[in-house]
Nanobody, 124 residues
Framework: VQLQAYGGGLVQARGYLRLSCAASGGTFSGYTVGWFRQAPGKEREFVAISRATGGVPLYSDSVKGRFTISRDNAKNTVYLQMNNLKFDDTAAYYC??????????????????WGQGTLVTVSS
């Protein structure tokens, strides 16, 4: 399975963007799919995950209530809808897939398939 993330761009604060993560060469079936981000000079951090078995998605506290992760199995795509963007959301966003369990789903090391980053820049 290969992943391609896209949809980033330049947006003003309080604006919105939708990121997409498309899978090719396979499906997301059985995979937990996560979005992570890395700002300049900072470590990669967890943003949101869509569980392989469905259920309530998980979000980091910094994006909860503003971001929504969703999965379209027919299109083999996972989305990250980002609303009310803040300057601190500026980062390269990465999607990743892994056969991880809930207790480790926030940890990037448990994901073995990564897409290239898509840059989100929020102007204040």
């Amino acid at each position: 399975v290969q992943l391609q993330a896209y949809g980033g761009g330049l947006v003003q604060a309080r604006g919105y963007l939708r990121l997409s993560c498309a899978a090719s060469g396979g499906t997301f079936s059985g995979y937990t799919v996560g979005w992570f981000r890395q700002a300049p000079g900072k470590e990669r951090e967890f943003v949101a995950i869509s569980r392989a078995t469905g259920g309530v998605p998980l979000y980091s506290d910094s994006v909860k209530g503003r971001f929504t992760i969703s999965r379209d199995n027919a299109k083999n795509t996972v989305y990250l809808q980002m609303n009310n963007l803040k300057f601190d959301d500026t980062a390269a966003y990465y999607c990743a897939a892994g056969r991880t369990i809930l207790s480790t789903a926030r940890d990037a090391q448990y994901y073995n398939i990564w897409g290239q980053g898509t840059l989100v820049t929020v102007s204040s």
